[in-house]
């Protein structure tokens, strides 16, 4: 199984690049690789700035279709990857817990995606999908429809939900899917108690 961190968003609400965003002196996406370094063998970015990513092991690809959006980014990472099964997760979730995830990953027998469900929350960017997907998603795509959520409706598609139960045998915080997209969540990340009072 491989994992596959979606790394090409455009970044407007934080206004810099937020895979490079230091949390304890480390860049978010260097967090991010050593969760799952423990778990696979083979990581995937997908990035339309590859240069970027050059110096770490991992396989770089960029967008298969020239179409931004969190579709297009697990498509070309699905396309890439010869794994029948791969966890895919946003650059952006510094705190992903390399348990949960193994976790997740046994869950997929007879399920196309297994994805975390907190009420009628979804986190699509940290769930597994299936490589067979990939026809369910280049549809969406060529309609210009980049809502992840649309493809848990179509009827050949197999969902296991991830219960909060089970996610709190694992993350009691759920910090797993905390993402960083503007700079008031990243100094909610970053201080601590005290200073995020003041």
Do not use: W
């Not at 997929?108 to 469900?117: A, E, N, Q, S």
């Amino acid at each position: 199984m491989a994992a596959i961190v979606l790394s090409g968003g455009e970044n407007q609400r934080m206004g810099t690049d937020k895979a490079f965003l230091k949390i304890d002196g480390i860049p978010i996406i260097e967090h991010v690789l050593r969760a799952l370094t423990s778990t696979f063998d083979e990581i995937i970015i997908v990035t339309n700035s590859p240069g970027l990513y050059a110096a770490y092991d991992a396989t770089v690809v960029t967008d298969a279709y020239n179409k931004r959006g969190p579709l297009t980014g697990i498509y070309s990472g699905l396309l890439k990857t010869t794994d029948e099964y791969n966890f895919v997760v946003a650059c952006d979730m510094p705190f992903v817990n390399a348990r949960l995830i193994s976790y997740m990953m046994g869950l997929t027998d007879g399920f196309d995606i297994v994805i975390p469900r907190i009420g009628s929350l979804l986190e699509p960017l940290h769930a597994v999908y299936n490589k067979g997907l990939l026809p369910v998603i280049e549809s969406r795509i060529r309609r210009d429809n980049q809502q992840i959520r649309g493809i848990f409706g179509e009827t050949q598609v197999r969902v296991r939900y991830v219960t909060a139960a089970e996610i709190d045998l694992y993350d009691q915080g759920r910090r797993s899917f905390m993402n960083l997209n503007t700079p008031v969540e990243y100094k909610e990340a970053t201080c601590s108690d005290l200073e995020c009072r003041n």
